[in-house]
């Protein structure tokens, strides 16, 4: 079974079996994952808005969303950073963080499969699916920061709050912007 999927059902075990693998990995190492989620997301939103998939079409879409992974690890390496890390190093510390990526990396799968506008089904169904991630990833960025970062449970929370209202935030924030929120919500108010 791959890390990732071990992650999903059993986060701390299989944090304390990562963390005393390998030490050292080099910057190509770290971006591993980091690109492994951005050709996901590219694939899953080119499947969904066009209905197929070429490399050319993923490649693009990969390339416009990336800002997405970037703003993602932009936090990692914040809520990651600290003298803890130097023990297995920074790069292997956001390699190892962005295996937690695997819950929403499988739900946009699904997602782009389950595509309510062009089949005709409820999207109730997709939102409730999303639910699963949003349940999951805390509880594997916790079990990291206790079995990589070897923090106690409360630190571990504490920074595992901070990972997923500073995520949320700029999720947030970026849907606002595409979508025009708060315009609406200002004209709603007034």
Same mark, same amino acid.
């Given at each position: 079974?791959?890390?990732?999927?071990?992650?999903?059902?059993?986060?701390?075990? +299989?944090?304390?079996?990562?963390?005393?693998?390998?030490?050292?990995?080099?910057?190509?190492?770290?971006? $591993?994952?980091?690109?492994?989620?951005?050709?996901?997301?590219? +694939?899953?939103?080119?499947?969904?808005?066009?209905?197929?998939?070429?490399?050319?079409?993923?490649?693009?879409? +990969?390339?416009?969303?990336? *800002?997405?992974?970037?703003?993602?690890?932009? %936090?990692? *390496?914040?809520?990651?950073?600290?003298?803890?890390?130097? =023990?297995?190093?920074?790069?292997?510390?956001?390699?190892?963080?962005? =295996?937690?990526?695997?819950?929403?990396?499988?739900?946009?799968?699904?997602?782009?499969?389950?595509?309510?506008? +062009?089949?005709?089904?409820?999207?109730?169904?997709?939102? /409730? =699916?999303?639910?699963?991630?949003?349940?999951?990833?805390?509880?594997?960025?916790?079990?990291?920061?206790?079995?990589?970062?070897?923090?106690?449970?409360?630190?571990?929370?504490? $920074?595992?709050?901070?990972?997923?209202?500073?995520?949320?935030?700029?999720?947030?924030?970026?849907?606002?912007?595409?979508? =025009? %929120?708060?315009?609406?919500?200002?004209?709603? /108010?007034?």
């Amino acid at each position: 079974m791959s890390p990732e999927i071990s992650l999903i059902v059993a986060p701390g075990r +299989t944090y304390a079996a990562l963390a005393v693998g390998e030490t050292r990995i080099g910057a190509v190492g770290a971006l $591993r994952r980091p690109l492994l989620a951005a050709v996901v997301l590219g +694939t899953s939103m080119a499947m969904s808005c066009t209905r197929h998939v070429t490399p050319a079409l993923v490649f693009s879409t +990969t390339l416009l969303l990336s *800002i997405v992974i970037i703003g993602q690890v932009v %936090i990692a *390496i914040v809520v990651t950073s600290g003298n803890d890390v130097k =023990a297995i190093g920074r790069a292997r510390a956001l390699d190892l963080f962005f =295996a937690s990526h695997a819950p929403w990396s499988l739900w946009l799968l699904a997602a782009a499969v389950w595509v309510p506008s +062009t089949l005709g089904l409820p999207s109730a169904p997709l939102w /409730l =699916a999303a639910l699963v991630p949003m349940v999951l990833t805390p509880r594997i960025i916790a079990a990291y920061f206790r079995e990589v970062h070897g923090f106690d449970r409360r630190r571990a929370v504490v $920074r595992t709050i901070a990972h997923q209202a500073l995520t949320w935030g700029v999720f947030i924030a970026l849907f606002g912007a595409a979508v =025009a %929120i708060w315009p609406r919500i200002l004209q709603l /108010l007034s």
